[in-house]
């Protein structure tokens, strides 16, 4: 079983300043457009997609226009850069799902990206009924703020100590999110996050899938893009574990990157 002691370490310098990978990444995916047709296309259920932490729907461009190719019904966050969790994000984000579930008439896949995955499961949480299922990229969900290399950052701009605001949620965040499906996608050369605190707890419906690559690449990273069209390509009741095929399973390392954590 999956578990974390104690929090791990941010990241190494090393790491952190590794992350100007991101941009070879995104030139690559958009070099490999043709390849990314093959990626399995949707049945056009909603998708509503997160920014990370000091990030903006700008940041999730690609994989959006990705997703609406795939031919999924795709939903911004809309409430501008993402300066960390406060009463108007969780509001605004309640208001958000509900009315698109109302518009669609479906229930709402939810992707987040680092701090964005929190708010996703959170989300899922409250209102399972209305969630198909929630992807997560380097999210920190099962450590605190202290095992990234952005709390600094988070104090400065907000005047907060992140002790003191992870006190109300961190122990909450560590607990699995039941009867959702839920992928915990990560790198293991993340630079912002450790990438121990990005894994799902062992469980029924719940999967780890390790990539090649960057944490700020993960929105536009090839293998990522391609195993979210897998997951949002099943069926709504019928999730299963994923399982690497040609030509994602050369991109993708060895090992437990496709280990499904429990039986269903």
């Not at 590794?18 to 043709?34: D, F, N, Y």
């Not at 894994?199 to 990539?211: T, Y």
Request: hydrophobic share 40%.
């Amino acid at each position: 079983m999956h578990s974390i002691d104690k929090d791990p370490a941010p990241p190494s310098t090393l790491l952190a300043l590794a992350e100007v990978r991101a941009l070879a990444e995104l030139l690559q995916s958009i070099q490999a457009t043709p390849l990314l047709r093959l990626a399995p296309r949707g049945d056009g259920h909603p998708v509503l997609v997160l920014p990370g932490f000091l990030a903006s729907d700008l940041s999730t461009v690609l994989l959006r226009r990705f997703l609406k190719h795939r031919g999924y019904t795709v939903h911004a966050w809309d409430l501008g850069r993402n300066l960390g969790p406060n009463a108007a994000v969780e509001e605004g984000l309640r208001e958000r799902l509900v009315d698109i579930v109302r518009e669609h008439g479906r229930k709402v896949s939810i992707i987040g990206w680092s701090l964005g995955g929190v708010y996703a499961r959170e989300i899922a949480r409250e209102a399972p009924q209305l969630v198909r299922q929630v992807i997560t990229l380097g999210s920190p969900i099962a450590v605190g703020p202290k095992s990234t290399n952005a709390w600094q950052i988070f104090e400065r701009l907000s005047g907060q100590s992140v002790d003191e605001v992870a006190q109300e949620y961190v122990e909450r965040l560590r607990q699995p999110v039941e009867g959702v499906p839920s992928t915990a996608i990560f790198s293991k050369s993340d630079g912002i996050v450790a990438w121990r605190g990005c894994l799902e707890a062992d469980g029924p419906l719940r999967q780890n899938i390790r990539v090649r690559g960057s944490h700020c690449g993960l929105g536009h990273n090839l293998s990522v893009l391609f195993i979210i069209a897998d997951r949002l390509a099943q069926a709504e009741g019928a999730w299963k574990p994923f399982v690497p095929r040609a030509p994602l399973s050369f991109l993708l390392p060895g090992g437990d990157h496709h280990r499904r954590l429990a039986s269903a």
